[in-house]
C-alpha cells in the first residue's frame, strides 16, 4: 500500500501521523504550528516518508474553516499530492465506530484509515479567483449588516436631536447629507455650499445648492429652539463618523468586486437573468465557484440546501417535508432575493409563470419563493454549463 499522511487541522497547529501501509505507523505523532517551522517540520517528515517507501505520499486533511488554507497553499507550492475532504464525510465514517473518542491523533489516525478503505472523496476545490471574490461578497454582506443596524441606531437620535433635518434629503444617510449633518451638529455652518455642490465627488447645480442651502437655513432657524441633550448630540456626531466610514469601506468593496467580477465570465452570464443584479451575480458565482465540480443540478440544489428531507420508514412516510439547509447558507439568501427581484413587476417570465402556478395550487407563499430559487439554480446551472446566457 502506499505511504498516507493524516494531518488534523486546527486553529494555529496540525496534528500529523505518517502511515508506511494500513496500521504500519511511520515515526511518531507531531503537533507543527502553522509557521515557517512548521511547515519545514512538515516537509522534512513528508520527505523521509518519501524516501523510505519511494513512494510518492499523499495527505489527508479536512477542510477546517478557513485554517487549512495556509496549509494547502504551502502544499500546493511545494507540490505534495494531498486530498482535502468534507468533514461530514469523515464525522459519518467515524459514527460507524464502536468506541467514541475525539482526540487530535484519533483523528489523523481516522483520516488516513479511511483513505485505505476507500471512503475519501476528494473536497470541490477553489481557483484564486473564485476565493478572492467570495471573501469580498462575504465582507460587504457583513459590513453591509453593521451598516444598517447603524443607520437604525442614528435615526433614533435624530429624531431626538434634530428631527427636522430628515425633510432636507430623501436619502439622509447618503454620504453628502451625513457631511451636511456633521457639520450642522458642530456648530460649522459657513461655506456649506461646497459640501452640497460636490465635496462628496458628485457635481451638483446651483439651482439645487441654492434651493437646499435655503432650505437648511430655515431647518436650523427651528432647530435653535428645539430643545436637545448635548450627550445625545455627541453620541450622534460618533455615529455620523462611523457611517461615513461604513460607506467608504463599502464603495471600496463594490470597486474590487467589479474588478473581480469582470475577470469571471460567470458572472455576466448569471446577470443575463432578468432579477440579478452585480451584487447577487457576484454573490452567486463567489457561492457556486467553478459549476463543472457538480455532476448534474440536484448536487448544485444540495449543496445549496435547497433539496428537500426526505423521510420513509417502513410503512410511514412523512407527508410534508422541509428542505435540508445544509449547504451555503449565502448561497440559499442570493437566490430567495433573486426570486423576489425577479417576481417584481414580472421581470422574470419564466420564474413568475411558475410562481403563479404553485400559488394556484394553494401553496403557501415562502414554500412557493423556495420552490422558484430551486427552480432558478437550475437555471443558473444551464447556462454556466453551456457557456449561453439566459433566454426568456
Not at 55 to 70: C, K, N, S
Not at 86 to 105: E, F
Not at 296 to 310: R, T
Request: aromatic share 8%; proline share 3%.
Amino acid at each position: 500500500m502506499e505511504p498516507v499522511v493524516g494531518l488534523d487541522v486546527s486553529k494555529g497547529n496540525s496534528v500529523v501521523q505518517a502511515f508506511l501501509a494500513r496500521n504500519e505507523v511511520f515515526g511518531k505523532m507531531e503537533m507543527i504550528p502553522h509557521d515557517e517551522w512548521g511547515y519545514l517540520q512538515l516537509d522534512r517528515l513528508l520527505t523521509e516518508l518519501r524516501k523510505e517507501t519511494e513512494m510518492e505520499p499523499v495527505i489527508i486533511l479536512e477542510a477546517t474553516g478557513h485554517y487549512h488554507r495556509g496549509l494547502v497553499l504551502h502544499l500546493n507550492r511545494r507540490g505534495w499530492r494531498h486530498i482535502i475532504i468534507n468533514p461530514l464525510q469523515s464525522k459519518r465514517a467515524r459514527g460507524t465506530q464502536l468506541r467514541k473518542v475525539k482526540t487530535d491523533a484519533a483523528d489523523a489516525w481516522h483520516l488516513a484509515e479511511m483513505y485505505y478503505r476507500g471512503d475519501v472523496k476528494p473536497h470541490r476545490t477553489w481557483e484564486e479567483a473564485y476565493r478572492e471574490l467570495q471573501h469580498v461578497t462575504r465582507q460587504h454582506e457583513f459590513i453591509t449588516g453593521m451598516f444598517v443596524q447603524a443607520k437604525l441606531n442614528a435615526r433614533a437620535l435624530l429624531d431626538q436631536v434634530f428631527p427636522m433635518y430628515t425633510q432636507l434629503f430623501r436619502d439622509i444617510f447618503s454620504a453628502t447629507s451625513l457631511l451636511v449633518l456633521q457639520r450642522c451638529l458642530r456648530g460649522e455652518t459657513q461655506n456649506m455650499d461646497k459640501v452640497f455642490g460636490g465635496a462628496t465627488g458628485r457635481a451638483r447645480s446651483k439651482q439645487w445648492v441654492g434651493e437646499k442651502l435655503n432650505q437648511l437655513e430655515h431647518l436650523l432657524e427651528d432647530w435653535m429652539t428645539h430643545p436637545k441633550s448635548d450627550s445625545q448630540t455627541k453620541v450622534l456626531e460618533g455615529m455620523i463618523v462611523l457611517l461615513l466610514a461604513f460607506l467608504e469601506q463599502l464603495n471600496d468593496l463594490e470597486e474590487r468586486m467589479q474588478q473581480l467580477a469582470s475577470e469571471l465570465p460567470e458572472v455576466e452570464l448569471v446577470k443575463s437573468i432578468p432579477g440579478v443584479g452585480d451584487k447577487l451575480a457576484a454573490t452567486i458565482i463567489a457561492e457556486i465557484g467553478d459549476a463543472k465540480q457538480f455532476k448534474d443540478p440536484k448536487q448544485l440544489v444540495a449543496y445549496a440546501g435547497l433539496d428537500p428531507g426526505i423521510f420513509s420508514s417502513g410503512k410511514f412516510t412523512a407527508m410534508s417535508s422541509r428542505i435540508t439547509k445544509r449547504g451555503s447558507k449565502r448561497l440559499r439568501r442570493a437566490l430567495y432575493l433573486a426570486v423576489q427581484c425577479g417576481l417584481r413587476r414580472s421581470a422574470n417570465v419564466k420564474i413568475k409563470a411558475y410562481y403563479d402556478k404553485k400559488r394556484k395550487e394553494g401553496k403557501p407563499y415562502k414554500v412557493v419563493v423556495i420552490a422558484c430559487a430551486n427552480k432558478l439554480l437550475h437555471h443558473v446551472y444551464a447556462i454556466l454549463i453551456k457557456g449561453e446566457p439566459f433566454k426568456t
